[in-house]
């Protein structure tokens, strides 16, 4: 699931696909920034349902920020 992400990245980094490339680079903040909390606490990196759960989190948060604007 990471190697995807970075990928994608990567591609729309090149492709110059800023929106994408964007939301790409804050998923995979996301996730190293969960890593580093794990590892604080002796835990190992995500998995990838672990993974699958902060992704469906931070839609809902974006779904939710997107309902609070309008």
Not at 5 to 15: E, L, P, S, T, V
Not at 16 to 30: E, G, I, K
Not at 32 to 47: F, N, S, V, Y
Not at 55 to 64: A, G
């Amino acid at each position: 699931m990471r190697d995807v992400i970075d990928q994608n990245y990567k591609a729309a980094f090149k492709a110059r696909d800023q929106r994408r490339a964007a939301t790409l680079r804050a998923v995979n903040a996301a996730i190293q920034d969960k890593d580093i909390e794990a590892r604080g606490h002796g835990k190992q990196p995500l998995t990838t349902e672990e993974i699958l759960v902060l992704l469906q989190k931070m839609v809902k948060q974006r779904e939710e920020s997107l309902g609070i604007y309008e």
